[in-house]
T-cell receptor
Framework: KNEVEQSPQNLTAQEGEFITINCSYS?????LHWLQQHPGGGIVSLFM???GKKKHGRLIATINIQEKHSSLHITASHPRDSAVYIC?????????FGTGTSLTVIP | DTAVSQTPKYLVTQMGNDKSIKCEQN?????MYWYKQDSKKFLKIMFS???????INETVPNRFSPKSPDKAHLNLHINSLELGDSAVYFC?????????????FGPGTRLTVT
């Protein structure tokens, strides 16, 4: 069973807006991954975290282990941020993906 | 230099055929993976190999057989292809055993079965 839920499924934002994508899971994890899939199909790993918060440029990922919830934030969004953002949980050697959030940033 | 490469990028074939997809990584990573992304863009892990040893084998038809000739290569063989096998297949690699490591993905192979 997947048990990795993402919201929203689709998101349209104006350039410059602050964006939040949420990920919830229902079982304990070893790590939570955030991935970005570009319109061309390529997949890039953005973050892997098991506690706290990580920041890379305009991207910030947070996780609350007790609440089994993670968020991906994008500050000062830009059209080049348009992509599908996927969270995935791993527990031991199990690895399950969310269904993705499709983000479109309009100039 | 391409970190994780896959060949071919596109593969169109008929039902019943046998085909292979190759994957190579030049990152010196210990673990390699195969993922399937279906038409709804949902990703699912299929296999994982660590130092040529199978460590993850999800519920995948036995028509799919991974082969790892060495640590840098993990090929996917598919026998008796079916329409439902049409998908994008991604190879990935990570340092260390298990999935609690950052993964590096290949560009994907779009398989179309007619």
């Amino acid at each position: 069973k997947n048990e990795v839920e993402q919201s929203p499924q689709n998101l349209t934002a104006q350039e410059g807006e602050f964006i939040t994508i949420n990920c919830s899971y229902s079982v304990g994890i070893s790590a939570l991954h955030w991935l970005q899939q570009h319109p061309g199909g390529g997949i890039v790993s953005l973050f892997m975290l098991s506690s706290g918060k990580k920041k890379h440029g305009r991207l910030i990922a947070t996780i609350n282990i007790q609440e089994k919830h993670s968020s991906l934030h994008i500050t000062a969004s830009h059209p080049r941020d348009s992509a599908v953002y996927i969270c995935a949980r791993n527990t031991g050697n199990q690895f399950y993906f969310g269904t993705g959030t499709s983000l479109t940033v309009i100039p | 230099d391409t970190a994780v490469s896959q060949t071919p990028k596109y593969l169109v074939t008929q039902m019943g055929n046998d085909k292979s997809i190759k994957c190579e990584q030049n990152l010196g990573h210990d673990t390699m993976y195969w993922y399937k992304q279906d038409s709804k863009k949902f990703l699912k892990i299929m296999f994982s190999y660590n130092n040529k040893e199978l460590i993850i084998n999800e519920t995948v038809p036995n028509r799919f057989s991974p082969k790892s000739p060495d640590k840098a290569h993990l090929n996917l063989h598919i026998n008796s292809l079916e329409l439902g096998d049409s998908a994008v297949y991604f190879c990935a690699s990570s340092q260390g055993q298990g999935v609690s490591y950052e993964q590096y993905f290949g560009p994907g192979t779009r398989l179309t079965v007619t």
